[in-house]
């Protein structure tokens, strides 16, 4: 089997890195410079989260759509594996983030590692698999919208009665977000990638 030509695509991944990047500094420097230093990092990773998260949603949705041949075990089109590389730009910037600001979450850093590791393999090395990864993408993102809200409010409930009020509203939001973002999903994600390597090895 002939593997994909990447050279059109390779560019995608630093550009959408920078986008991530400079919308984080931007969140540091514009959106939130009125907030404390302590809560300014996790506010600017939030941002960057929405920039991500529903925006991947509609393109996972456009990408599964637009494949005739969808299926598990399918080749992972160009639209498909450029959004894999927009959630990898995200997943590293934000990795980084927590490397720097908050390297004793490692729930949340091994899950970054978990996830980059299943997106950098179906997009340059497996070649197949996308369509079950971008399902799981759309169920783990379609709550960050209010997820991020929720996250937002909650550190900045003690400076602000408007935030903590919208915290309670949206706390459901916020717990069902954080389900659907952890774990098993990316342990199922690790069940596609080894069927398509397994099929990749057989053929």
């Not at 590293?92 to 299943?118: E, G, K």
């Not at 169920?139 to 009020?165: G, H």
Request: charged residues 10%.
């Amino acid at each position: 089997m002939d593997s994909p030509i990447l050279d059109s695509s390779l560019p995608n991944l630093p550009l959408f890195f920078s986008m991530f990047f400079a919308i984080y500094l931007t969140a540091h420097i514009t959106v939130f410079r009125n907030w404390t230093p302590k809560l300014r990092p996790e506010a600017a990773s939030c941002l960057m989260s929405l920039a991500h998260g529903t925006p991947a949603v509609f393109l996972a949705c456009q990408a599964i759509l637009s494949d005739s041949n969808r299926g598990f075990a399918s080749i992972n089109t160009d639209f498909q594996n450029t959004v894999l590389e927009y959630s990898i730009a995200y997943f590293v910037m934000d990795l980084s983030h927590y490397l720097i600001f908050n390297p004793s979450d490692v729930l949340f850093i091994a899950h970054h590692l978990a996830t980059l590791f299943v997106f950098i393999t179906c997009r340059y090395l497996v070649f197949h698999g996308a369509y079950g990864i971008l399902i799981l993408l759309i169920l783990a993102e379609v709550t960050s919208f209010f997820q991020n809200i929720w996250t937002l409010a909650r550190v900045r409930r003690t400076e602000s009665k408007i935030a903590a009020q919208m915290m309670l509203f949206l706390g459901g939001f916020g717990f069902l977000g954080s389900l659907l973002s952890l774990q098993p999903f990316r342990l199922v994600y690790f069940g596609f990638i080894t069927g398509g390597l397994n099929c990749i090895v057989e053929e």
